[in-house]
């Protein structure tokens, strides 16, 4: 597995006729291999700035990023990505939809049917192999999407907003699913959410970002995800020690979002 | 619907074209023939998705289009002079030119012959199936049409496509293409009837090209706007998962602008069956149109109105083929 390194990274856009907005400044921070790491933090903060630079999808105008050591510097199968809305291939089946990356590759087909069939089991769509994406909910084409990504067997799995789509209810099944494989495949995950909640129930680490320029603001080492994995779910988030964090993570963002308010 | 904003792009014939193939898939309410099915909706003036073609209604303008012919050609009198005199057309009209009153009263005899009566046309019908119109069955003259028609298009896709194509792709192509297609787009096909004909002849060369140049625009917009309606996401979700760049193209691109494609397939096809038409009323030796402007000085307006009917009846077949074709092909149109 590999550690994920970000140094002094920037990212500074150009705008005609304004100044320039300043996205990312200075941003450093190590990923080990394996750990879950949630951003969150009020909008123009630059996570997904800062995931889309992760993915190679964009080149930062300073600074480094390096998966085990190597330079990013565009997408590559060794990153998966997961879009809030499933970005999945409408033409193609279930089936056909995870194992796209293998077959990109020329993969043993074999394999990869074995290897699908697994996955459609782990993320709880048994049976479903043969029906077309568009027959799905939301929820279960983000459980695709999901599988689609494992079929690739990446190093790091990136997740824009994942569940920013869905019910209430199925974000929390949802939540679930997404510590149980990051648990069972010890992946390093990268997942930015807009939830408090979500983000500190997931996040094994988290960084709370601020505008501005967009940087880290600060840095939390998390026990919920650990703990979710045996405990249940409300019980935890229900929690005193949880609330207590939310609490403080949300007038942390309060903040940020008045100071916002009072600057324009 | 599935319709996103660069469709628009298209124009408003793509407009209609796309709000008929979503509009129509509401035959599923359960409804009679004249009935528009119980939805429970109390608001169903203004409310478009609640409005949909009742099929009885369809059948009575049908049947009323062809009483109101019955009856206009056969009620008031307007009967076959020709016929009853028992003349030959020609004996008719020669004998016509050295009589005064008949000559004064020839544009009233025309009058009389202005409309075959459904009897006449299906005679008419009969006739050219069998021993044709000028020895050319009536069957040989739509083969003509309809594989120009195919061959115009099939070229059209051809040429278009990878252009519309290029243009989705590339910014070099965009802007190279853009002053061309931009340019050449406006001109109405009918405008280079003349300059095919001086150029090409008469027949196939110049009826074919003609309907080259009346499909390419309109494929290469629906490829440009069907490149160009690719979620990003898909595109990144492709790169992430090690597609290349030809993987993309074929396994993402290609695929997602498939209902676009379509789109533009339905229109060019209505566009050069129009064109097609017109081209051979002018330049051709067969077709359908040649055909109706070859029966226009024999006053065969039984072979005229036979013609009409049947390029209305092929132009509906050809769309409601390429609409299951859609079906087929597309089935998430709409869904997505």
Redesign the interface.
Known sequence: MKDLSVKNLEMVYKVPKSTDVHALSDVSFDVPAGRLLTLLGPSGCGKTTLLNIL???LAPTGGSVTLGGEPIT????D???V???G?????LSVEKNIS??PR??KADKAATEANVEELLYTVGLGGFGDK???ELSGGMQQRV?LA??LA?DPDVILMDEPLGALDALTREKMQGLILKLWKETGKTVILVTHSVEEALYLGDMLFVMAPRPGRIEKVYELPFAAQGLESDARELKASAEFIEKREEVLSLIWEMEEEIMGRN | MATSGPNLGLGSAVATALETADNDRGFSLGGGLFNRGDDRKTVTFGDSAAVKSLPGWSVVSLIGMIALWFVSTRAWGLDDVWRTTGDSQQTFLANCDKDPACAGSYSQWLGYRKFPSPGDTWRGFRELSSEGFQNITLWQHTWSSLSRVLRGMFFGVLFGVPVGLAMGLSSAARGFFDTIVELLRPIPPFALIPLFILMFGIGDPPAVRLLIFASIWIMIIAARSGVRAA?L??V?????????KW?VLT??LI??A?PELFTGLRVALGVSWGTLVAAELVGARDGLGQMIFAARPFFRLDVVVVGIIVISVLGVLMDVFLRFLESIL???RG??
Do not use: D, H
């Open positions: 993915a190679g999808f565009g997408p590559s199968e990153r998966g990505m879009f809030q809305q970005a999945l291939f409408e033409w796209f990356g990109m590759k077309q994406v568009y999407a689609r990504c690739n | 979620n996401s898909k990144r979700a492709a790169y992430s998962l090690g597609a290349t993987q396994r993402v695929p997602n498939l597309i089935p998430w869904k997505g």
